[in-house]
């Protein structure tokens, strides 16, 4: 909220400068501004601010004035007048709608107007709190903002039903809710908080209405001086015949026993006081009947309503008499019999207290009933636009202190704490925090915090409330006064809680022994325990409960609701349940933009023009006035955010206008060295600038007022004045058309998808195609997500059945690509080695154990170097180019002896070496083949033509590397399909014909041997089962 100090505008409002077409107002400016001359507008302006003395006198120098508004900066201060004052006309309304708080006098309108404003142009929620003393003006004050709202804001159609349910829902909620007290003649007996909701074009469209703690025992009893709820008088004055005869009713209230329980009140109408001079029941009766029309209520449905009320009526009438057995007995000759049979068992006092507990329950729920039954007619209806903007009306029970304060007053009054917590909270603290935010140097203004008396009421387990339900709850003789004694042991010691034992000789002449004290904020009360524990159970006996179940009556049917008898759970106590609705109450207003209007009584009569010092210095106490002045004065008066600041003033200078480039706080430090602030004037914070003096502000803003009239004509003025209004409201149009279409196509699709779904799994139909194309674009879609990432992935979506075999093509052509893909980058080293290593896979995969093993290991080309051939060798090869070589273990063809030998490969033989000689030569065209275990050893053969005399026979070698040895003699050779796998044994010739054998056993390690029956024997390892 704008923090905006107000005060004494008067000698600074020039009627010149009011727009010369509107006389009216030019006039009643001027008028207004004489009046103002009186007081100062804004106690921030008072010369000696501290003194209490000075701030009652200009209370009292304005009221006498009619001037009933002062403002504490942006704190409304009111005072009733208890006459009626011109001062609430459409006129009127027309002079605050638009206006900066500070150009005119005060008033609840401008309260109201700036709230709406800040709404409108900071899109943040507003509430505003009315506090005040029973009489003291916030059922009124509430009344008339709300008025306000309803004649200035945008209206249409829809948007004037909502006014008017806005506006008649105070007479109806007033008839069942508010009744004649000793204060008030129009006392609320609840408390009330009111959402207006508004739209974007700032038209109120709905509202919503949380009640508070309706004082239910006035039902059945009234202090002396006091009426029951006003509906009750009006329906019997003002009911129509017949509607009365229906209900049984005659027209006379002394007839009813909850109407006539203050007798000897009122020295006109001895022994009871159902006609007060201030109120026309029969002509509020009419009122009430028309405002529930409009609400909406039916014919029926306020047949059923009023039918409870006279019910009440005729249940407080049930009188009973002794049975001999002492038990209640139904004396009265109404016909309620039942009601003899449910409480028979009870004595005379249980059945007379059963009774209005009924009344009571009866009452307070169909209260409960009707508010939701106006928030369901003020509810906005529109679904689809849920971004509204909200001003909360807050009129609750002021502080309470009587000759007797009871549960009701304890209620009320921890309320009144708990808001001025919220005060405190949001203005005292907030303030101060406001000025370290900015980096403000400030001296903290001392203000007594009120958290320690709230915690004493609500604290868990230790507070009062947690005791009285514990003794509410626990078993055993629980009682009033065994709750006062528990009080006194736990929060005996606490400074705000006296009783009569704790308390000192002076204090207990004024205390009863069954009483405690609480030192509010506001002043010390002292409670009666009497009556704690019962109306804090607030219970109802339970086959009363199960007849109101059963009642025809569609209202009590809802109130009572079934599921509460099979409800095993006890319901929350009344104080424990009231804590609740604070919190929640608390938590509403602290997301809200607060305004405070303080409303004072000025005397206890409700005497026009009656100034009671004493009433209202204590009102000023404990409103916490003093210290709200405090605080103001020690601060600045004024202070908003660079931006909205240089916004505003920007054409008061030429460096700023019509733009500023720059910083913010370089552009309003500028702006304000060109007007001519002198340091002591203002403080530049982070991101706010504060002014300390109104007046500071008054000559910036007058100088705007001269400056608009000289850009009045630019083009730059009318370009500003254009009505903003119309194009958001256009562009919004846009924004909620295209929203509107969408959704549409959004439920199209929706359908169609549906449709197809059912459709499946027939042949392709308009019904189905949509679905069936979506089935086979999410499939591909997500194939397209989950491709294989390399040609080892197998992985592949599982197709939708009419995709199967595009599927399949698609899976190959992924696969063809990626090894495409794969082929394409590969080197032609590593291609020579897949090659070699793709031979290998064909004559080994599978064949021989030690096959796996030599996957991994890349064949090399060669495993001797140049250095470690002997260079006879070489020179005996001549031109002969070597391709591979390697070393070998060759095994004599007789005695099978080990020796280490060389094995070559080149272009047309293999070469087997032995130093510098070269042993034996096999043309590859001679190599008749190779012989190999499938055992993971090393040896193999190779074998020659046994007629070739230039061999000696097959030669029987071992290869560390056999797997890549064979492969290279496979392809230098051209053998690849003469590699022979064996299993066993393999046979070889020795020459001349002679033959040799190998046997190959498994087993654990690998030995080559000549075994007794002649054969070389070779144990070699298993390695894999194949
Ligand atoms: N601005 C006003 N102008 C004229 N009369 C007023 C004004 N405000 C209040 N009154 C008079 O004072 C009476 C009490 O005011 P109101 O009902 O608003 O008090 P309240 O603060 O709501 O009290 P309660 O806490 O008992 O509900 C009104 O019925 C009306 O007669
Ligand atoms: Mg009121």
């Not at 009774?355 to 369901?376: M, P, Q």
């Not at 387990?461 to 009682?479: N, V, Y």
């Amino acid at each position: 909220m704008c923090f905006i100090a107000l005060w004494d505008r008067a000698p600074l409002i020039e009627p010149t400068y009011v727009v010369a077409s509107d006389g009216v107002r030019a006039m009643m400016e001027s008028a207004l501004t004489a009046r103002d001359r009186v007081g100062v507008q804004d106690f921030v302006l008072l010369e000696n601010h501290t003194s209490e003395a000075a701030f009652i006198e200009n209370l009292r120098k304005r009221f006498k004035e009619n001037l009933i508004y002062t403002y504490i900066g942006s704190v409304l201060v009111s005072v009733n007048p208890y006459k009626d004052l011109e001062i609430y006309t459409k006129n009127h309304m027309e002079r605050y709608r638009g206006v900066n708080f500070y150009e005119v006098s005060p008033h609840l309108y401008a309260v109201s107007d700036n709230s709406y404003r800040s709404m409108r142009t900071e899109r943040k929620d507003q509430c505003i709190l009315i506090s005040g003393e029973s009489g003291a003006g916030k059922t009124e004050a509430s009344k008339k903002i709300l008025q306000y709202y309803a004649v200035t804001c945008p209206a249409s159609e829809h948007v004037q039903t909502i006014k008017d349910r806005l506006l008649q829902s105070n007479p109806v909620l007033e008839a069942f809710g508010n009744a004649k007290t000793l204060r008030n003649d129009n006392s609320s007996r609840f408390g009330k908080y009111m959402d207006i909701q508004f739209d974007f074009k700032g038209a109120p469209v709905g509202g919503h209405i949380i009640n508070y703690l309706l004082e239910k025992s006035r039902v059945v009893h009234q202090n002396h001086g006091e009426r029951n709820f006003h509906i009750f008088y009006q329906l019997i004055e003002g009911g129509e015949e017949d509607l009365l005869r229906r209900l049984g009713l005659e027209r006379n209230p002394q007839q009813y026993q909850y109407l006539v329980k203050s007798i000897s009140c009122c020295r006109k109408y001895p022994g009871n006081c159902p006609k007060v001079s201030s109120i026309n029941d029969r002509s509020d009766w009419k009122v009430v009947r028309k405002a529930l029309t409009v609400i909406g209520f039916s014919e029926d449905e306020v047949e059923e309503l009023l039918n409870i009320i006279a019910s009440v009526l005729h249940l407080g009438n049930v009188q009973y008499g002794g049975e001999d057995s002492g038990n209640a007995c139904i004396t009265s000759d109404t016909q309620i019999k039942y009601l003899a049979r449910l409480m028979s068992p009870l004595n005379l006092e249980q059945a007379s207290s059963a009774r209005d507990a009924l009344s009571k329950a009866v009452y307070g729920r169909t209260f409960t009933w009707l508010v939701n039954k106006i928030n369901a007619s003020l509810a906005y209806t529109d679904d689809s636009y849920k971004n509204w903007s909200v001003i909360g009306l807050l009129d609750i029970y002021g502080f309470e202190v009587f000759q007797n304060n009871s549960f009701e007053q304890f209620c009320i009054n921890y309320c009144n704490e708990k808001l001025q917590q919220l005060f405190i909270e949001l203005t005292l603290k907030s303030e101060q925090e406001e000025y370290e935010a900015e980096g403000i140097t400030w001296e903290p203004v001392q203000y007594f915090n009120n958290k320690i008396i709230c915690d004493l009421v609500e604290e868990k387990f230790k507070g009062i409330i947690s005791i009285l339900d514990e003794e509410c709850l626990r078993p055993g003789d629980a009682s009033d006064i065994t709750f006062l004694e528990k009080l006194e042991d736990t929060v005996g010691g606490h400074p705000h809680f006296v009783t009569h034992k704790l308390a000192d000789g002076k204090t207990r002449k004024v205390m009863g022994r069954d009483e405690f004290r609480l030192l509010h904020y506001a002043g010390e009360v002292n409670y009666n325990v009497n009556g704690f524990l019962d109306k804090n159970n607030d219970l109802l006996f339970r086959n009363l409960k199960e007849v109101m179940c059963m009642s025809e009556n569609k209202i009590l049917n809802q109130c009572f609701d079934r599921e509460e008898l099979t409800d095993k759970k006890r319901p929350d106590t009344a104080a424990t349940q009231f804590k609740a609705s604070l919190a929640k109450l608390m938590e509403i207003l602290m997301s809200k933009e607060p305004s405070y209007i303080r409303c004072i009584k000025p005397n206890d009569s409700k005497q026009a023009g009656r100034f009671d010092e004493v009433l209202i210095r204590h009102q000023v106490k404990y409103l916490g006035l003093m210290e709200n002045l405090r605080v103001r004065r020690a601060g600045f008066a004024y202070r908003r955010r660079y931006e909205v600041f240089l916004q505003r003033y920007k054409s008061l200078c030429p460096d700023t206008w019509p733009n500023w480039r720059g910083k913010l706080a370089d552009g309003v430090a500028t702006l304000v060295k060109h007007l001519g602030y002198k340091p002591e004037e203002y403080k530049l914070g982070r991101s706010k600038i504060f002014i300390r003096f109104p007046k500071t502000l008054f000559a910036t803003e007058d100088a705007l007022e001269t400056r608009k009239h000289s850009l009045g004509e630019s083009p730059q003025h009318v370009l500003l004045s254009l009505p903003t209004i119309g194009i958001q409201a256009w562009w919004r149009g846009i924004l909620a058309r295209r929203r509107a279409q969408r959704r549409r196509q959004a439920a199209d699709t929706i359908r169609r998808f549906i449709k197809g779904f059912i459709y499946r799994h027939q042949e392709r139909c308009p019904e189905n195609e949509y679905f069936l194309d979506y089935v086979r674009y999410s499939f591909l879609m997500k194939l397209r997500r989950n491709l294989p990432k390399n040609v080892l992935d197998k992985s592949w979506p599982t197709p939708p059945a009419a995709l199967t075999e595009a599927s399949e093509h698609l899976r190959k052509m992924c696969m063809q690509n990626m090894v495409w893909t794969y082929c394409k980058r590969i080197s032609p080293e590593w291609k020579h080695q897949m090659e070699q290593k793709m031979i290998a896979s064909e004559i080994f995969k599978d064949k021989k154990d030690n096959y796996p093993q030599s996957v991994p290991k890349l064949f090399v080309s060669t495993r001797l170097n140049g250095e470690e051939i002997n260079p006879k060798v070489l020179q005996a090869l001549g031109t002969e180019k070597m391709k591979y070589a390697v070393p070998v273990t060759k095994y004599d063809r007789k005695g099978y002896k080990a020796r280490p030998r060389q094995l070559l490969l080149t272009a047309n033989c293999a070469i087997i070496v032995e130093e510098a000689k070269l042993k034996q030569r096999i043309d590859y065209k001679a190599l008749k083949g190779v012989s190999v275990s499938s055992l993971s050893d090393g040896l193999f053969v190779l074998h020659v033509p046994s007629d070739d005399n230039k061999q000696k026979g097959d030669v029987v070698l071992q290869s560390d590397h056999v797997i890549e040895t064979l492969t290279k003699v496979a392809i230098c050779a051209d053998k690849i399909n003469n590699i022979n796998i064996n299993q066993g044994s393999i046979t070889f010739t020795v020459g001349q014909g002679k033959e040799g054998i190998i046997d190959f056993t498994p087993g654990s390690e690998l030995l080559v041997a000549k075994a007794k029956n002649g054969h070389l024997s070779v144990t070699a390892p298993r390695l894999n089962s194949r």
